[in-house]
């Protein structure tokens, strides 16, 4: 197993000293944004979708990776039957940008796959192929991994592969217990002072509340598990979002003046001003993938 993941890694190093490599391949770092969330039902995949909206609405180009390799949900919020996923691309039957699907919002999705149960089992030939693929990606400016809920071994690994990794929980006392382990076994198995961990919260009813409940994991945290947790932002317990989950339409679309969507995009502005991660970018987070 060490062998094969150091010819992996050698295989990247090789990729990217290669001279005849596109020139937008060595200048341009793609920042890549992991969703994760302690359990399901918080809103996980609603703030990727809807983020993204907002990011594109600033000229980036936006892609969401729905990286929950089992049950799949991009595709159903935004009214969409992919005839592709990701499985096809592993699996050699079609490439990344075949399975590449552009939505009428502006951006472009990555259907979930279903048929594998991590990255780690995949043949030396398999993840070699997907390292490949996943370069081809390059061109986004925004990759937005939207990962399953828990803490299997797929979500740890495109946690520490991003550049921000945002923890998303509401103020129901589960959910917050859930959200602190899924901190602390981050910060048991990943080098967490070298990625952006941040918090959301979601499903408030006032601006208290969410201190409130921001206040108390970035205490524990720090006190029980000596890691730095930043509070990003909060998104409002808001009718417009389940109206527009019932409709399979973002709430940035269905109801772009809502309270939740100006959340997001407030969101969205303070995640701008944070410097991405240190040697970040896609070719990056390859090499974090295969523990590089």
């Not at 061109?139 to 592969?161: E, H, L, P, Q, R």
């Not at 991003?162 to 509401?170: F, L, M, Q, S």
Request: hydrophobic share 40%; charged share 25%.
């Amino acid at each position: 197993m060490e062998d094969q993941a150091e010819q992996l890694r050698e295989l990247v190093r090789t990729k990217e000293s290669n001279a005849d490599s596109p020139p937008h391949i060595k200048s341009k770092k793609t920042r890549i944004i992991t969703i994760a969330s302690g359990k399901g039902g918080v809103g996980k995949t609603n703030l990727s979708v809807n983020m993204a909206l907002a990011y594109a609405r600033t000229g980036k180009k936006v892609i969401v990776m729905d990286a929950d390799l089992g049950l799949a949900n991009v595709n159903v919020m935004l009214k969409m039957v992919p005839k592709w996923n990701l499985y096809h691309v592993i699996r050699k039957q079609k490439t990344m940008r075949e399975i590449l699907t552009e939505t009428e919002y502006g951006i472009s999705i990555v259907a979930g796959a279903s048929g594998f149960s991590k990255i780690a089992n995949l043949t030396e030939d398999e993840r070699t192929n997907f390292i490949d693929e996943l370069n081809t990606l390059s061109k986004a400016d925004i990759i937005i991994i939207d990962t399953s809920a828990g803490v299997s071994s797929n979500v740890m690994d495109f946690i520490a592969a991003a550049d921000d990794a945002i923890i998303i929980t509401t103020p129901e006392p589960t959910a917050i217990t859930d959200a602190y382990g899924i901190v602390k076994i981050i910060a048991t198995e990943i080098e967490s002072h070298e990625m952006g961990l941040k918090l959301v919260v979601n499903r408030v009813h006032s601006v208290a509340e969410a201190k409130k409940v921001a206040d108390r994991m970035i205490s524990i945290t720090g006190q029980f598990l000596n890691i730095k947790l930043d509070y990003l932002g909060f998104v409002y317990d808001d009718a417009t979002v389940s109206q527009a989950v019932f409709r399979q339409l973002p709430f940035m679309i269905e109801s772009p003046r809502s309270k939740a969507a100006q959340c997001i995009q407030h969101i969205v502005g303070r995640l701008e001003k944070t410097e991405m991660r240190e040697g970040g970018g896609l070719r990056n987070m390859v090499k974090r993938l295969l523990g590089g």
